[in-house]
């Protein structure tokens, strides 16, 4: 039933029970629930839609295939940051790294505090339950792991960290280290393999390539959307897309979602529309080993270390590329270094988010997104790469690269390493990268402060519901997939009740 | 008017003899003056940059842009240490497709880092960056990469990450570093000689 640009090609109008904006984690999980519930569904997908064995394994492809706004997005503030999303059939689960954790007690708790009831750890462990067993979230095997992961692994022991393999949905995972280009194994249980299909044997129809460009408002009311069908390939126009819908749920995501409301002025009395924004601020950095790591082989994060409460340490690898970039390896001394590339252990850091950021228009369609990080998170992202350096010395690494600094000469001693990591580092001299971003349109109860209601419903417009990321009233502080997707099917039964 | 160009305001009526320029004063004008004569050509010469059409068989870059993408790669990658060098007619088509579907701004920024790089070699290293030997434009590539402004070095990074993404696909990059892509079929037979259990 799946469609895209060479078989919507003209113009078209359709009608259906719900329309869902967005096929990533919200989008797919929603849409699952829907169906299964008798409701008519059509889920528009900007991206394409891609079968795993079309997946070439390049970074390149992906950045221009599978990443938003071909991997340029970032954050602007004090400094600047990517701020990468998925973009296709499946969003950003195509290209995580399939960690799964349930939202810690401590933040549905406070949810449930501020009005959230029906977010109440009591009430969603049900739906962490049916999410878990639908993508397939299993604990890690340690023969998945490999070096990089196991050589983290060690140095944590030796700490007495109490890290740990991570739980993941990737049940046919081979552990060929490139989640984040798209799995080319099919291993991994991105809703494009499991609530996705699961919503189109109920009937579902999935349009890719269609980018919406409205959403219809009749008497004050959603009633469907308006879509430009385009062409992956030449970025040409090949169509448009209308569906006629008793309701409209978008899941474009915490970037996406504001996006569409604020380009009309939609749902947005409050003034809360792409406030809120919260990410994951992360950092990584590198520690050279005697023995050929060969980072890339084996999952990419498979081991996580709670380091303190708010910053989490999880193992990471960098294509060279991207690893090259982040170094001052040119010329012929570069090229020596390159080839070192093999013995290099990596390891990141993220931290659960107190700061604020915005989306906005900007220009040429694109959002503008903004964030100040705060003190607070700033000196836990110090502690998060001190954390790092730790590790790695205690793992056995013999030269480590401290995480700031132009990366000339790395520090040979963990006191080198750990002396220029003072708390007085600024955001500047740190690679931030900003991952999960969260809560441009925030749950609650108070209109004049939140964009939706507890149910999913946008306050100010009827039969407007969202049911992605952006609906996370604060920052999680672990990976926010399964979360996503519980909240989503939360509101889909909402939804359907309604 | 600059204000450092000495201009002062006369009150009527005011009946003042102008006073001579010492020497310091008289270069630290010229000096200023050039370097706004300088500015303004580099603005205008910059103008003219952005509207040259895309050089043959590209949709974006035009044929100096590509000249001087080609001698960066070559800077950057000259191979060395059993390293290839840079592939750059393979490369230079990807970076101008890859531009190609890029944002406005996206393309702006790439751009201009190539004409920047090459105009500023003038001042620092006494000649256009395409002009120089490998050496003098090595110590140029290496200068962006250390330079403390953050704003020169983010630009630098965006477009050294377009070609490192670039370089790190060209299989003999790949197999003189030893990284294999995970599930493609190299992936499968170093699974095998290497008996790792999954």
């Known amino acids: 039933m799946a469609k895209d640009a060479k078989s919507l090609n003209g113009t078209r109008r ?56 071909r991997g340029t997005r970032i954050v602007e503030g004090e400094s600047y940051y990517p701020l990468p999303g998925g973009r296709g059939v ?35 462990a049900p739906i962490y339950d049916l999410v878990e067993a639908t993508i397939g979230v299993t604990e890690m095997h340690p023969l998945q792991a490999r070096a990089n992961n196991l050589f983290i692994k060690r140095g944590s022991d030796a700490l007495g960290l109490g890290g740990g393999f991570v739980h993941r949905n990737a049940p046919g995972c081979v552990g060929c280290g490139i989640c984040y280009l798209g799995c080319p194994s099919g291993g991994k249980g991105s809703v494009d393999r499991n609530f996705i299909p699961l919503a189109e044997e109920h009937g579902t129809e999935v349009c890719a390539d269609c980018k919406v460009a409205r959403i219809l408002v009749r008497d004050g009311r959603a009633v469907g959307v308006e879509a430009r069908v385009v062409d992956q390939e030449t970025s040409e126009e090949v169509g448009r897309l209308t569906v006629d819908a008793d309701a409209v749920v978008l899941a474009a995501g915490t970037v996406g979602t504001p996006m569409l409301l604020l380009e009309q002025g939609l749902a947005n009395r409050s003034d809360q529309v792409g406030r809120n924004l919260a990410i994951h601020p992360a950092v990584g950095t590198y520690g050279m080993v005697d023995d050929a790591i060969n980072s890339w082989d084996g999952v990419p994060q498979a081991y996580a270390i709670p380091l303190e409460k708010g910053v989490l340490l999880q193992t990471y690898n960098a294509p060279p590329e991207v690893f090259f970039t982040t170094q001052p390896w040119s010329g012929a001394d570069g090229m020596r270094k390159m080839r070192m590339l093999k013995n290099i252990a990596m390891c990141g850091g993220l931290v659960s988010d107190g700061s604020n950021g915005r989306v906005q ?26 954390g790092i350096v730790r590790v790695l010395y205690a793992a056995g690494a013999t030269e480590v690269y401290p995480g700031i600094g132009d990366g000339v000469d790395w520090a040979k001693t963990e006191s080198d390493a750990l002396a220029p990591l003072t708390p007085d580092v600024e955001e500047r001299e740190m690679n931030v990268y900003a991952s999960h971003p969260m809560g441009t349109c925030r749950m609650g109860v108070d209109a004049a402060r939140s964009v939706v209601a507890p149910s999913g419903e946008t306050h100010d417009v009827p039969g407007l519901w969202i049911a992605d990321a952006s609906l996370m009233p604060s920052s999680l502080g672990v990976n926010p997939q399964m979360t996503v997707m519980s909240m989503a099917i939360h509101v889909a039964r909402n939804l359907a009740a309604a | 008017m600059l204000p450092i160009l000495g201009t002062r305001h006369v009150r009527s009526g005011e009946n003042e003899e102008p006073k001579k320029l010492t020497r310091r004063q008289l270069l630290i004008r010229a000096a200023v003056a050039s370097s706004a004569l300088t500015f303004a050509g580099a603005l205008v010469k910059f103008a003219s940059y952005l509207k040259t059409p895309p050089g043959p068989g590209r949709t974006v870059l035009t044929a100096r842009e590509e000249e001087i993408l080609t001698a960066v790669l070559l800077a950057m990658f000259p191979g060395a240490h059993g390293m290839p060098r840079a592939d750059v007619d393979a490369i230079v088509p990807k970076i101008d497709d890859h531009l190609a579907h890029s944002d406005p701004d996206a393309r702006l920024l790439t751009r201009t880092v190539l004409h920047v790089i090459e105009e500023q070699a003038i001042v620092f290293q006494g000649g256009r960056f395409t002009n120089l030997d490998p050496a003098k434009q090595a110590e140029v590539i290496r200068e962006w990469e250390l330079t403390s402004v953050y704003v020169k070095k983010l630009a630098f990074r965006s477009l050294k990450l377009l070609c490192g993404m670039m370089y790190a696909e060209q299989p003999e990059a790949r197999a003189a570093m030893g990284w294999y892509l995970g599930c493609a079929p190299s992936h499968l037979q170093h699974l095998g000689k290497a008996s790792v259990g999954v």
């Not at chain 1, 699952?32 to 390149?60: D, K």
């Not at chain 1, 995580?96 to 708790?109: F, G, K, V």
């Not at chain 1, 040429?364 to 790469?385: M, N, P």
């Open chain 1, 14 to 69: 359709i009608k259906a029970d719900v329309v869902i904006v967005g096929a990533g984690a919200g989008g797919g999980a929603a849409a699952a629930e829907l169906a299964q519930r008798g409701l008519s569904v059509v889920m528009l997908e900007e991206g394409h839609r891609y079968r795993p064995r079309e997946f070439p394994a390049s970074y390149g492809w992906a950045i221009n295939h599978l990443y938003a706004e």
């Open chain 1, 361 to 386: 228009l900007g220009r040429h369609g694109k959002a503008k997104v903004t964030y100040a990080l705060s003190t607070r998170d700033r000196h836990r992202l110090i502690r998060a790469l001190r």
């Open chain 1, 90 to 124: 499946g969003g950003s689960t195509l290209i995580n790294s399939a960690i799964c954790y349930r939202a810690p007690d401590a933040i549905l708790d406070a949810w449930a505090d501020a009005g959230l009831e029906g977010l109440a750890p009591e009430r969603l």
